[in-house]
């Protein structure tokens, strides 16, 4: 059979309802949008059209494909068809067909065949630097879909919370520059529809979970955006929100179950009190308000107890990694999510990609709260998050009060770094840990240093050389600064200079970036300063790429009291060797104090300069500077 307005895809066609302009008009969603051969997940297909429940339904076409069972839901107007799918059943094109027993129409569904090695896929690890991209704000490859006529929010550049049009294109035209920094995966905020009628540039109000905003490009683009970026050395981890929707989702008009999300007589937020999901003295009703709370108005919760729900989002996360050959995902607000379901989802999802990693956003500075959300840590009450990955909040807080200060204070200073990661033995798992100076949702690391060069780059060396898996934020590389901190996210997601057309200043040149003289804050900087600041973090990511003992080597450090800290990164042949002196004054290497670990160490060789050198007690750092020696052992 051959149906014509099929969209081609590796993974599988997706057909083009506009194509059969009969079902086009009966029928509103069929999601997920196709499927394949060959899958752990069971499929269970989402049908939305007027009055839908009220017809039976069955599919034609090929072999090895039936429905089994068909589900009906508070609404009148969805159908939930579960479908077994043979292992050796037909690919190719299907029909769903319709009828209440007198009058029959159908709808065209594909069932593709996977990529070969498609469950084996790899995941981001230690061995990568992530890079974080906000789309809106890198670069605009296409200024024709700043605003569409489908879509709320028109673009308006000079807005701090409005759409500035960047978008997919953008992202692709700059692969080399995020290569040559030394990146190897891309984490890109959301690109879904976000359908809001303002701040809908960030993308975390999804208004449709199966299509790209068309602001930032389409399905197609998005999945060539990834192939390119697989042929860059790149992976693409995708940033998705299982929590909550936008209120202008499609399906908030007509729920297909009354609890679909949480409904409440009045407007009720989260109390965002995550020690509820461990704490054992905690109420029914604040774990309530927890999970169950909206995060704010224009973001209702998900009820993922509802199993439909559950098994709606488990099979999206799936579709979209099958679709457009994901190698990641990174999941917002996860503790906000009602915990046994998210378990559950996150077992789906490493049941079909056994290698495929997940890191969640589980915002604490608890040291034991934040282990509790890992992946097979031992927990009083027994609970299994099976989340492989989270983001060292912990860390990133430690860093933000550490480095801009010149107190050395008890517990000040640099000893809070040491202080943080001698708790490591709580961790389940050190290479499952996101470590990163800021994000999207934070200050830029460059205000909270002060606009300070020589702290930053203390602060990428400790990026570089740490346990866990790095990520920056767009610009970090060059201590970008937000344009005007009051006015809080709107100010700190910045836009990338060069990315628009008409830019002076344009920072993805080598060019540009040596003759700026100011940052993203229109303020005066040292000329080169830009550029020695990107090169600097270059060297070192560049440089990490291929060091075994940072991916995978132990840790020892040493305490001190004066605003220094010095460690060792090593495994049986190597190691790396990191000073930090983060005092006004200039320091001597303590090297002798380290001889449990230094004796021995040979042929030293600055990761900066590259140089050959060897550190004795006369070794002297200066001020606010930072020594990384790579030796062999």
Same mark, same amino acid.
């Given at each position: 059979?051959?149906?014509?307005?099929?969209?081609?895809?590796?993974?599988g066609?997706?057909?083009?309802?506009?194509?059969?302009?009969?079902?086009?008009?009966?029928?509103?969603?069929?999601?997920?949008?196709?499927?394949?051969?060959?899958?752990?997940?069971?499929?269970q297909?989402?049908?939305?059209?007027?009055?839908?429940?009220?017809?039976?339904?069955?599919?034609?076409?090929?072999?090895?494909?039936?429905?089994?069972?068909?589900?009906?839901?508070?609404?009148?107007?969805?159908?939930?068809?579960?479908?077994?799918?043979?292992p050796?059943?037909?690919?190719?094109?299907?029909?769903?067909?319709?009828?209440?027993?007198?009058?029959?129409?159908?709808?065209?569904?594909?069932?593709?065949?996977?990529?070969?090695?498609?469950?084996?896929?790899?995941?981001?690890?230690?061995?990568?630097?992530?890079?974080?991209?906000?789309?809106?704000?890198?670069?605009?490859?296409?200024?024709?879909?700043d605003?569409?006529?489908?879509?709320?929010?028109?673009?308006?550049?000079?807005?701090?919370?409005?759409?500035?049009?960047?978008?997919?294109?953008?992202?692709?035209?700059?692969?080399?520059?995020i290569?040559?920094?030394?990146?190897?995966?891309?984490?890109?905020?959301?690109?879904?529809?976000?359908?809001e009628?303002?701040?809908s540039?960030?993308?975390?109000?999804?208004?449709d979970?199966?299509?790209?905003?068309p602001?930032?490009g389409?399905?197609?683009?998005?999945?060539?955006?990834?192939?390119k970026?697989?042929?860059?050395?790149?992976?693409v981890?995708?940033?998705?929100?299982?929590?909550h929707?936008?209120?202008?989702?499609?399906?908030?008009?007509?729920?297909?179950?009354?609890?679909?999300?949480?409904?409440?007589?009045?407007?009720? +937020?989260? !109390?965002?009190?995550?020690?509820?999901?461990?704490?054992?003295?905690? $109420?029914?009703? %604040?774990?309530? @308000? =927890? *999970?169950?709370?909206?995060?704010?108005?224009?973001?209702?919760?998900?009820?993922?107890?509802?199993?439909?729900?559950?098994?709606?989002?488990?099979?999206?996360?799936?579709?979209?990694?099958?679709?457009?050959?994901?190698?990641?995902?990174?999941?917002?607000?996860?503790?906000y999510?009602?915990?046994?379901?998210?378990?559950?989802?996150?077992?789906?999802?490493?049941?079909?990609?056994?290698?495929?990693?997940?890191v969640?956003?589980?915002?604490?500075?608890?040291?034991?709260?934040l282990?509790?959300?890992? +992946?097979? !840590?031992?927990?009083?009450d027994?609970?299994?998050?099976?989340?492989? $990955?989270?983001? %060292?909040?912990? @860390? =990133? *807080?430690?860093?933000?009060?550490?480095?801009?200060?010149?107190?050395?204070?008890?517990?000040?200073?640099?000893?809070?770094?040491?202080?943080?990661?001698?708790h490591?033995?709580?961790?389940h798992?050190?290479?499952?840990?996101?470590?990163?100076?800021?994000?999207?949702?934070?200050d830029?690391?460059?205000?909270?240093?002060?606009?300070?060069?020589d702290?930053?780059?203390?602060?990428?060396?400790?990026?570089?050389?740490?346990?866990?898996?790095?990520?920056?934020?767009?610009?970090?590389?060059?201590?970008?600064?937000?344009?005007?901190?009051?006015?809080?996210?709107g100010?700190?997601?910045?836009?990338?200079?060069?990315?628009?057309?008409?830019?002076?200043?344009?920072?993805?040149?080598?060019?540009?970036?040596?003759?700026?003289?100011?940052?993203?804050d229109g303020?005066?900087?040292?000329?080169?300063?830009?550029?020695?600041?990107?090169?600097?973090?270059r060297?070192?990511?560049?440089?990490?790429?291929?060091?075994?003992?940072?991916?995978?080597?132990?840790?020892?450090h040493?305490?001190?009291?004066d605003?220094?800290?010095?460690?060792?990164?090593?495994?049986d042949?190597?190691?790396?060797?990191?000073?930090?002196?983060?005092?006004?004054g200039?320091?001597?290497?303590?090297?002798s104090?380290?001889?449990?670990?230094?004796?021995?160490?040979?042929?030293?060789?600055?990761?900066?300069?590259?140089?050959?050198?060897?550190?004795?007690?006369?070794?002297?750092?200066?001020?606010?500077?930072?020594?990384?020696v790579?030796?062999?052992?």
């Amino acid at each position: 059979m051959s149906i014509a307005g099929i969209i081609s895809c590796s993974g599988g066609p997706v057909f083009d309802p506009s194509s059969t302009p009969d079902a086009g008009t009966r029928i509103e969603r069929v999601e997920p949008l196709s499927w394949w051969v060959g899958m752990n997940t069971p499929l269970q297909i989402l049908v939305k059209g007027e009055g839908i429940s009220g017809y039976d339904v069955k599919i034609e076409g090929g072999s090895g494909v039936k429905i089994k069972q068909i589900h009906k839901a508070d609404s009148p107007n969805y159908l939930f068809l579960d479908v077994l799918i043979a292992p050796d059943a037909v690919t190719g094109d299907y029909w769903l067909v319709f009828s209440n027993g007198s009058d029959t129409f159908k709808y065209p569904y594909t069932i593709g065949q996977r990529q070969a090695g498609s469950a084996e896929r790899k995941s981001f690890t230690t061995a990568d630097m992530i890079y974080l991209i906000m789309p809106d704000r890198f670069a605009n490859g296409d200024p024709s879909n700043d605003s569409t006529p489908d879509t709320a929010e028109k673009a308006a550049r000079e807005e701090f919370f409005g759409r500035h049009g960047g978008d997919i294109q953008g992202i692709i035209d700059h692969l080399d520059y995020i290569a040559d920094l030394g990146a190897t995966a891309i984490w890109n905020t959301p690109l879904l529809l976000d359908n809001e009628p303002e701040g809908s540039y960030h993308g975390y109000a999804c208004a449709d979970y199966y299509h790209i905003d068309p602001r930032f490009g389409s399905n197609e683009q998005y999945r060539e955006f990834v192939g390119k970026a697989h042929s860059k050395g790149l992976k693409v981890i995708m940033d998705i929100v299982t929590n909550h929707c936008g209120t202008a989702h499609w399906w908030m008009n007509d729920l297909p179950f009354k609890d679909w999300i949480h409904v409440f007589p009045e407007y009720t +937020g989260t !109390n965002v009190c995550f020690s509820t999901n461990m704490d054992p003295n905690a $109420s029914a009703y %604040d774990l309530n @308000l =927890q *999970e169950s709370g909206w995060f704010v108005p224009s973001m209702p919760d998900m009820n993922l107890d509802n199993p439909f729900v559950l098994n709606y989002f488990r099979q999206w996360a799936i579709w979209w990694i099958e679709y457009s050959g994901l190698d990641g995902f990174r999941v917002d607000t996860y503790p906000y999510n009602e915990k046994g379901p998210m378990s559950r989802w996150c077992e789906a999802v490493m049941a079909e990609y056994p290698d495929f990693n997940i890191v969640g956003e589980c915002w604490t500075s608890s040291i034991p709260q934040l282990a509790y959300w890992q +992946g097979g !840590n031992e927990n009083k009450d027994g609970f299994d998050s099976h989340l492989p $990955s989270i983001m %060292d909040f912990p @860390l =990133q *807080e430690a860093i933000w009060k550490a480095l801009p200060t010149d107190s050395q204070a008890w517990g000040e200073g640099m000893t809070r770094i040491y202080d943080c990661l001698s708790h490591d033995f709580v961790y389940h798992d050190l290479s499952k840990m996101m470590i990163f100076p800021g994000n999207h949702d934070t200050d830029r690391i460059g205000d909270v240093l002060r606009h300070n060069p020589d702290r930053h780059r203390i602060v990428m060396a400790m990026m570089a050389t740490m346990r866990g898996i790095p990520q920056i934020f767009y610009g970090d590389e060059m201590m970008f600064v937000s344009k005007d901190k009051s006015q809080g996210h709107g100010g700190l997601r910045v836009d990338f200079p060069g990315g628009w057309d008409g830019d002076e200043l344009d920072f993805f040149s080598a060019e540009g970036r040596a003759r700026a003289s100011v940052n993203t804050d229109g303020k005066p900087v040292p000329q080169g300063q830009i550029a020695e600041l990107h090169d600097f973090t270059r060297k070192l990511f560049q440089w990490r790429k291929e060091k075994e003992v940072i991916h995978s080597g132990k840790t020892m450090h040493f305490l001190s009291r004066d605003n220094t800290y010095a460690y060792f990164r090593y495994n049986d042949t190597d190691a790396v060797f990191v000073y930090i002196n983060n005092s006004r004054g200039k320091k001597h290497v303590p090297w002798s104090h380290y001889a449990e670990i230094a004796d021995g160490l040979h042929d030293g060789r600055n990761v900066i300069t590259g140089e050959a050198v060897t550190v004795t007690d006369s070794t002297v750092v200066g001020p606010r500077q930072v020594l990384v020696v790579e030796y062999k052992r």
